[in-house]
T-cell receptor, first 115, second 116 residues
Framework: AQKVTQAQTEISVVEKEDVTLDCVYE???????LFWYKQPPSGELVFLIR??????QNEISGRYSWNFQKSTSSFNFTITASQVVDSAVYFC????????????FGTGTRLQVFP | SAVISQKPSRDICQRGTSLTIQCQVD?????MFWYRQQPGQSLTLIAT?????????ESGFVIDKFPISRPNLTFSTLTVSNMSPEDSSIYLC?????????????FGQGTRLTVV
């Protein structure tokens, strides 16, 4: 069965620290998609990245980077030089092809960045 | 991309009543998804709504409690029926234009429901 695990419930860091949010997934499909979303205190879901299962290249976007490792079924997210505005709940999600595009979300990691 | 307008943005309702949440998309989409986010929890899919057919409900969710309408390719409603305080959650509408093979899932801003 498909499942997404975010073992870190809450992380607190001080500004400018680097922080990594862990995501481990389970799926029987060979083709699937992984996502990260940010949910700031205002409540809306902000899309960060989508990665398909055939693309294991790591990705960097500004202060954000993602490490996808199929061997360990992990899709970890690192914020470099964190800022107070990064404070939010971050969700990792999985979508399996042929499964009507519905998303299976992890339980989320609440990140608090203190000045 | 897709822009989703969800109404109402928030509401406080009496137990035993029903609330209908509307979701309007600025483009035609085959499927629309309704999620629930209970306080401090993750998002859980309630059902998938296809135009012209009955919605498909996930385990633990039933049509009598969460009836869904999908009259056309840009609009859907979710009704939370006979509400109890346990229904207090954020309800979100989502679409995936072109399927996840091509793009991201877009979400409405959510409806924050409090049942008293």
């Amino acid at each position: 069965a498909q499942k997404v695990t975010q073992a870190q419930t809450e992380i607190s860091v001080v500004e400018k620290e680097d922080v990594t949010l862990d995501c481990v997934y389970e799926t029987r499909d060979t083709t699937y998609y992984l996502f990260w979303y940010k949910q700031p205190p205002s409540g809306e879901l902000v899309f960060l990245i989508r990665r398909n299962s055939f693309d294991e290249q790591n990705e960097i976007s500004g202060r954000y980077s993602w490490n996808f490792q199929k061997s360990t079924s992990s899709f970890n997210f690192t914020i470099t030089a964190s800022q107070v505005v990064d404070s939010a709940v971050y969700f990792c999600a999985l979508s399996e092809t042929g499964n009507t595009d519905k998303l299976i979300f992890g339980t989320g990691t609440r990140l608090q960045v203190f000045p | 991309s897709a822009v989703i307008s969800q109404k109402p943005s928030r509401d406080i309702c009496q137990r035993g009543t029903s609330l209908t949440i509307q979701c309007q998309v600025d483009s035609q989409v085959t499927m629309m998804f309704w999620y629930r986010q209970q306080p401090g929890q993750s998002l859980t899919l309630i059902a998938t709504a296809n135009q012209g057919s009955e919605a498909t409900y996930e385990s633990g969710f039933v049509i009598d409690k969460f009836p869904i309408s999908r009259p056309n390719l840009t609009f859907s409603t979710l009704t939370v029926s006979n509400m109890s305080p346990e229904d207090s959650s954020i309800y979100l509408c989502s679409v995936v234009p072109g399927g996840t093979g091509n793009t991201e899932a877009f979400f409405g801003q959510g409806t924050r429901l409090t049942v008293v």
